[in-house]
């Protein structure tokens, strides 16, 4: 597409930036923002579509080489950005990404490998810490995230940019019901559910938790994380088939969710698989 330089701060072209501090794009929006060069870069790597993107004039020069891709290309003078994007901003790009239709876990879920590991996510509000989760569920070989009610929007503009880019990688399943979801994938693919467990929670509820390092997996495995605060929901507890907890000293409860994580990941993505 030819460059298209923008002589108006009203033009309407440029209303999927404008005040993108105080305004994220929601899912009924079909839009979500790339903020900065590597972020922009990743989207137009993947398999996402590009609506358009912004770039300051000042600093054209460093995207000499995306000047031609086949979307708009918004060139805006530097002294207008700020006044558009509502704070000052030096990262000279930004991308506006097209949302893809939301995954269904009955009609979209493709076959498991026996070594797998999901990831599902239920309550967790900081967009930072989906962010993080993400980028962690990437690095690791994750490929498909579950979302239940009460979590961040992964592709918000604070959790795109911490998890580097990585959601755009990842197959992220919305969830209504975690709990009829995790029946569904257990029987459908035998998949082991693993909820995640505070040591104060652990000591709240009947059932027994195991520490992290006595557990042997024998196929694909569920992680199941909840909000910091109040964990998991009994309901999700005791539909899960074990309770994992990562033992803590000097009289620490629990770790951030996103450190939990990546422990939690690190153990599962990286141990052996047993037969059973």
Not at 52 to 66: A, M
Not at 153 to 166: H, K, T
Not at 175 to 202: C, E, G, H, K
Not at 247 to 259: A, F, K, P, R, T
Request: aromatic share 6%; glycine share 8%; charged share 25%.
């Amino acid at each position: 597409m030819p460059r298209i330089e923008i002589t108006s701060i009203d033009d309407p072209r440029l209303e999927p930036y404008r005040e993108i501090r105080s305004k994220n794009w929601t899912v009924q929006s079909g839009i979500f923002i790339a903020e900065g060069q590597s972020l922009v870069r990743e989207l137009l790597a993947s398999d996402f579509g590009c609506q358009s993107l912004l770039i300051d004039r000042k600093y054209q020069h460093q995207f000499t080489d995306l000047l031609d891709t086949p979307t708009d290309v918004l060139v805006v003078d530097h002294a207008c950005i700020a006044e558009i994007v509502g704070f000052k901003f030096h990262r000279g790009i930004l991308g506006c990404g097209r949302r893809k239709p939301a995954l269904n876990i009955r009609s979209d879920w493709k076959d498991l490998v026996q070594g797998e590991t999901i990831v599902a996510l239920l309550g967790i509000q900081d967009p930072e810490n989906i962010g993080g989760i993400l980028r962690t569920c990437a690095g690791l070989g994750v490929q498909r995230v579950i979302l239940g009610p009460g979590c961040a929007d992964p592709f918000s503009r604070r959790a795109l940019r911490v998890s580097m880019g990585n959601a755009l990688k990842l197959e992220i399943f919305p969830s209504r019901n975690l709990v009829d979801d995790i029946a569904f994938l257990r029987q459908r693919d035998q998949v082991a559910s693993y909820a995640a467990t505070p040591q104060l929670q652990a000591a709240e509820i009947e059932r027994g938790t195991l520490p992290l390092e006595q557990i042997q997996r024998s196929g694909p495995a569920m992680i199941l994380l909840g909000n910091e605060r109040d964990g998991l929901p009994p309901p999700v507890l005791q539909s899960c088939d074990h309770l994992v907890r990562i033992d803590m000293e000097n009289g620490v409860d629990s770790l951030n969710v996103g450190v939990a994580a990546g422990i939690l990941l690190h153990y599962f993505c990286r141990t052996s698989i047993h037969s059973d």
